[in-house]
């Protein structure tokens, strides 16, 4: 099996299990007060401090450990809902399905390259008179993984008295990343993403905003979030974080190599092939192919039948393919929508993999 769905989900590294597994034997809960709770206590803050490091957060910001890159999303947002909230076009459907639900929630345009409209989001924020605002923007898209200009976008909301949150899932791992530089207030992170066990996620935010919790119990992470912490997730997504950031430059070069060599390379193969975002800034390891002549459901069946696992960006929990609003947003037509097909490398892929994938991918596309 080739896997090249690493937006998707990503495998835990040897490193990581092994410095887990000894901690499945324990009973660690880090709420309790005896000697094993304090050392489950002192893992969750050492996991703290190390994910806060790799952010470069300092005292100005605290974290809170979620679940999920979902549910710390919804925890920002659903803080805002008694204000006006400003998200793009193109974000992930754990904010984007906001709209779905709320009048409130404005949304902000994107050009063809998947990049947020700056005027818009001007305009839109200058037409609100809440005095309570938060504009959402993804740091990097799932789909296309073109990169937005986060920094411009928090200076033009501080401009308006808007908050900034940050969506950066997708960023962790494939770009450095300095909450600093991004100049937000709010950021979520999801550590399977980048090497961790799914079940833990974090949420950043400004150590003097008094967010509302979503769970309400013991009082767990500074009363941000009750339930028992979900410890050995937390770890490995702190050491994960360790790994990435040790070897980012490395990591992010090979992967560059790849994705640029496969793209020229299909490219020439399948001429009629789009790839969505290619002129923008993009994290260095993610394609989104568009075949205007083929359904994302026909590409993917193919591909899986040969052994090789990609998505369709627009994949939801059903299984279902549906259209990419997306790539909807960026212009494309509504079957060019429907035709999508994300690459997404991760550090293991290799050479061989692509060619292995374009033999496959030529036969298909005829
Ligand atoms: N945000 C982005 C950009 C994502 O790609 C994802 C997952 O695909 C999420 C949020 C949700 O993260 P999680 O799977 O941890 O809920």
Redesign the pocket.
Known sequence: MIYLDH???TKVPAAVMEAIMPLMGESLNPSSVHKQGRQAKALLENSRQEIANMLAAGDDYKLSFT???????NLVLNNFLDGDIFISAI?????YNYSKLYSNIHIVGVDQDGVVDLDDLDKKLAQSTNSKKLVSV?L???ETGVVQPIGKISQLARQHNAYTHS????AVGKMELNINDLGVDFL?I????FGGL?GA?AVIYPSDFSLKPDLIGGGQEQGMRSGTENLLAIRSMALAAQLVQKDLLKRTSHLRNLRDQFEERLISACPQIIIAGQKADRLPNTSLIVNPSKSSETQLISLDMAGIAVSAGSACSSGRISKSHILSAMGFSDKDARSGIRVSFGVDNSAADIEHFLTTYSKLSG
């Open positions: 937006n998707a989900t679940s999920s890159g979902t549910e710390a999303n974000e992930h459907s754990s904010v993804m990097a898209n799932n969506d950066a899932v997708q979520s999801s550590g399977h993403k799914i996620g």
